[in-house]
């Protein structure tokens, strides 16, 4: 089945800086990977997504760029606000199924 | 709004007793998942159901189980409750009407389940 690693579990980073999160995947043929953002008890929330026809797609502060090689795939914020600290997961999908499998989640502390 | 309603919002039960946790997907969503997040934990994938069918299995106990109805709602039965089933449960819904191709899933608020 699908595997999904995320790192790192934990970042802290000054406003207006930037921050990345990384995720391998195990099945080569997930074609899916999309990006979710928790905010404390709530659901959460898809804030952007990749297809394996593409190598990159931006969505104003947020872009995600995806290596099919490598099997990895990253969250990149721009110009961080304080209203990005959230924990945020990536997911991909088995390619027979459509199970999401998440990875472990990332807290990201944006500090003032 | 997600479009994904979940209902009730919040539980408390004794140990030993059995619960019913609700779930309406998106208006055209065929797949719904079912995801667990206990405190500090990542979103532990239980079951999937599609268009009525069971699709995949999670790490979903023996002591749980689901069914998508024919209106598609979905419902999560844990029974002979524990202390550690104390925990989040979403559910997911996505449309997944083309064969390989992953549609995006959207989260519902989640059900706060507490055992006590």
């Known amino acids: 089945g699908e595997n999904v690693e995320q790192h790192p579990s934990t970042l802290s980073v000054q406003e207006g800086d930037s921050a990345v999160i990384k995720c391998t995947y195990s099945d080569s043929a997930s074609n899916y990977f999309p990006w979710y953002k928790q905010e404390l008890g709530k659901g959460p929330q898809l804030i952007i997504d990749i297809r394996s026809n593409v190598g990159e797609k931006k969505d104003q502060r947020i872009a995600v760029t995806l290596n099919k090689t490598a099997k990895h795939f990253s969250l990149h914020i721009t110009e961080t606000q304080p209203e990005d600290s959230a924990v945020y997961f990536c997911a991909a999908p088995r390619s027979n199924d459509y199970k999401l499998s998440f990875g472990a989640g990332t807290t990201v502390t944006v500090r003032a | 709004d997600s479009g994904v309603t979940q209902t009730p919002k919040h539980l408390i039960t004794a140990t030993g007793q059995r619960v019913t946790l609700r779930c309406s997907p998106r208006s055209g969503d065929l797949s719904v998942y079912w995801y667990q997040q206990s405190l500090d934990q990542g979103l532990q994938f239980l079951i999937q159901?599609?268009?009525?069918?069971?699709?995949a299995k999670g790490n979903i106990l023996e002591r749980f189980s689901a069914q998508q109805f024919p209106d598609l709602h979905s419902e999560l039965n844990l029974s002979s409750l524990e202390l550690g089933d104390s925990a989040l449960y979403f559910c997911?819904?996505?449309?997944?009407?083309?064969?390989?191709?992953?549609?995006?899933?959207?989260f519902g608020q989640g059900t706060r389940l507490t055992v006590v």
């Open positions: 997911a819904s996505s449309v997944n009407r083309e064969v390989g191709v992953t549609n995006e899933a959207f």
């Open positions: 159901y599609y268009n009525g069918e069971e699709r």
